[in-house]
T-cell receptor, first 114, second 114 residues
Framework: DTGVSQNPRHKITKRGQNVTFRCDPI?????LYWYRQTLGQGPEFLTY????????KSRLLSDRFSAERPKGSFSTLEIQRTEQGDSAMYLC????????????FGAGTRLSVL | AQSVAQPEDQVNVAEGNPLTVKCTYS??????LFWYVQYPNRGLQFLLK??????LVKGSYGFEAEFNKSQTSFHLKKPSALVSDSALYFC????????????FGTGTRLLVSP
């Protein structure tokens, strides 16, 4: 399967714990995006990488959130001191890096904070 | 700021009948419009996009969408619905040509009955 891969698929954690998600984009895709989707809502943009550079962050991305893409390939999204409001589906997408190209989404990581 | 409205939470249609899923948008400047479909436990799948040119855009699985600038709409259509089309459909807009941050609507659930 050469699609966008996200791990884990599900994560259950207790409030206050740290969690980390991984996204492996489609090979040779330069752009990588993180979105968050809560029940009954559409995905909301969190952040965006062009290769290893993080170029834009949403105000939704509080100080407890950090994302990296160290070698311009896979990316990690870490949430520190999780809160119940962080419970959501975290989606990763990648694209080739051309003007207005198509974003391909992974199946997401569902986070439940107890 | 750009936004998308999907006025119907759910659309019901009988198999073989035409379907329409509505979307209206708000952007300053040129809109770049997308439709994605989401099946349970799967990521968002790209259906089609409008950048410029013909107002009728054809996409995957027999879907098409009509761009109407005066009504700021981008409705998704299919001439003959299939039961397998039952899923959650999202309309999205991007405003900036150089960076494709997508702003999604809240989604419309399509139910196609046999």
């Amino acid at each position: 399967d050469t699609g966008v891969s996200q791990n884990p698929r599900h994560k259950i954690t207790k409030r206050g714990q740290n969690v980390t998600f991984r996204c492996d984009p489609i090979s040779e895709h330069n752009r990588l995006y993180w979105y968050r989707q809560t029940l009954g809502q559409g995905p909301e943009f969190l952040t965006y990488f062009q290769n290893e550079a993080q170029l834009e962050k949403s105000r939704l991305l509080s100080d407890r959130f950090s994302a990296e893409r160290p070698k311009g390939s896979f990316s990690t999204l870490e949430i520190q001191r999780t809160e119940q409001g962080d419970s959501a589906m975290y989606l990763c997408a990648s694209s080739q890096g051309q003007l207005l190209d198509i974003q391909y989404f992974g199946a997401g990581t569902r986070l439940s904070v107890l | 700021a750009q936004s998308v409205a999907q006025p119907e939470d759910q659309v019901n249609v009988a198999e073989g009948n035409p379907l329409t899923v509505k979307c209206t948008y708000s952007v300053s400047g040129n809109p770049y419009l997308f439709w994605y479909v989401q099946y349970p436990n799967r990521g968002l799948q790209f259906l089609l996009k409008y950048i410029t040119g013909d107002n009728l855009v054809k996409g995957s699985y027999g879907f098409e969408a009509e761009f109407n600038k005066s009504q700021t709409s981008f409705h998704l259509k299919k001439p003959s619905a299939l039961v397998s089309d039952s899923a959650l459909y999202f309309c999205a807009v991007s405003q900036r040509a150089g960076f494709q941050k997508l702003v999604f609507g809240t989604g419309t659930r399509l139910l196609v009955s046999p």
